[in-house]
């Protein structure tokens, strides 16, 4: 059965097809649009007065549609609470990555299911916000079994999971060091790799408790060979290593990217000069936010040709925020993104963070992944922040 969305006022489908390079900076924009859908495809998109017949057709009265969002970046199966430690870091206290620990210990805790239950309830709360694509990381385990039931949980709330038991040390390998990564690479990772799609690491030398360039390596070439994508946390805290590393193993993304050397984008940039697929830079600026830090240099990135992601991070201790509308306002008003490159970096930059084509636009074939704002424009994503704008939303061709 086909369905015919109408009455679109602005369409957005990141189609180069559609306007690539026009005023609404490449995200292929079709004003007064429609757009067909079947079996959960998009089968066609174009003027309203040029759309073919469906069997069903729904109005959209002149609302703005947009391919749903791609959280490309989550931490959504935890316990506990870090209320406490935002409210600190509001009045002076920095952050650090110490707080973790704490999560770690409310994860072992909890069953399977209030870990389910917390995770599925932000999954509801993002998709409520438009978020149609999440990935979800493990990492509040930090033993064999807290994380390969974290990551079977998360399997069920999407494909796209990812085994990062090198979030930090935890407090019984604090004198061994080595021991810890030599569980992750070994017993670890064998329970989980097959609940997950991808390994990452928190490569920051600057917290104590998270991993250094050698140590890092090691954990991302063993989840390479046991057949998993490789995902980065580098440069949150300090320009460290973790930038270059992503680029020497071919990471599909480095996520956070707020302190960076000239030599990290260049590194970016390069890893775009090949025939292959480099690295996105994935910026979280909710995470800035909430650790009151500076915001990641976006502009410096877009001027080397680099591709942004944006993100949540979602997340009990560096940022709490399921929003990607809020994450778009903040890529605006905080790191100058302009609304259309903002909007494509929270769709077709997540997708290609992720190395999925099938997400993150509505090209022909495409996921019916659709989220409709009570909106005239995406402009307003970031001109109304903390509006609840977003009036539908559309998974797999059918409304949710
Ligand atoms: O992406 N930086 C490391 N890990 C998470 C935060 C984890 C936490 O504080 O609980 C992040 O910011
Ligand atoms: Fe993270």
Redesign the pocket.
């Known amino acids: 059965m086909s369905v015919l969305l109408t009455n679109i006022g602005e369409l957005v489908t990141n189609d180069p097809e559609h306007g690539a390079g026009s005023g609404s900076g490449g995200l292929g924009v079709v004003p007064d649009a429609a757009i067909v859908v079947e079996a959960g495809r998009i089968a066609w998109t174009g003027p309203a007065s040029s759309a073919p017949a469906a069997d069903t057709a729904v109005d959209l009265g002149g609302r703005c549609a947009l391919p749903g969002f791609v959280d490309s970046?989550s931490?959504t199966v935890f316990a506990g609470d870090?209320a406490a430690e935002f409210a600190a870091r509001m009045t002076g206290e920095p952050?650090t990555?110490g707080?973790?620990a704490n999560?770690v210990t409310a994860t072992r805790a909890a069953s399977d299911e209030a870990l389910r239950a917390r995770g599925q309830a932000l999954v509801r709360e993002m998709l409520a916000q438009g978020t149609t694509t999440v990935e979800i990381k493990s990492?509040?385990g930090q033993d064999v079994a807290t994380e390969a039931r974290t990551l079977r949980i998360a399997r069920e709330l999407t494909p796209e999971t990812t085994f990062l038991g090198a979030?930090t040390v935890p407090a019984e390998y604090a004198g061994d060091r080595a021991g810890y990564v030599d569980l992750v690479t070994g017993p670890m990772l064998a329970a989980c790799a097959p609940h997950a799609r991808w390994i990452d690491v928190?490569c920051?030398p600057a917290?104590p408790t998270?991993f250094d360039e050698d140590e890092a390596r090691t954990v991302l070439a063993a989840g390479a060979r046991a057949g998993l994508g490789v995902r980065v946390?580098g440069n949150?805290l300090s320009a460290g290593p973790g930038v270059r590393l992503a680029v020497e193993v071919g990471a599909a993304s480095v996520?956070?990217c707020t302190h960076l050397s000239d030599a990290d984008v260049d590194a970016l940039a390069g890893s775009w000069a090949g025939a292959g697929l480099g690295t996105v830079a994935t910026l979280?600026p909710a995470?800035e936010f909430s650790t009151r830090s500076p915001y990641p240099d976006a502009r410096r990135l877009l001027a080397a040709g680099v591709p942004v992601a944006l993100a949540t991070?979602c997340?009990?201790?560096?940022?709490y925020s399921s929003s990607m509308p809020f994450v778009v306002a903040l890529a605006v008003r905080e790191m100058r993104m302009s609304p259309a490159e903002a909007l494509w970096s929270a769709t077709a930059g997540g997708a290609a963070a992720l190395r999925r084509d099938d997400v993150g636009h509505l090209r022909v074939g495409a996921r019916a992944d659709l989220t409709v704002l009570d909106a005239p424009s995406h402009t307003y994503l970031a001109y109304r922040p903390g509006v609840p704008l977003v009036a539908q939303v559309w998974k797999d061709g059918a409304r949710v």
């Open positions: 970046h931490h870090r952050y990555g707080g973790i999560t990492g509040y979030h928190f920051e917290a998270a946390h949150q996520d956070h979280l995470v991070d997340n009990p201790g560096s940022g």
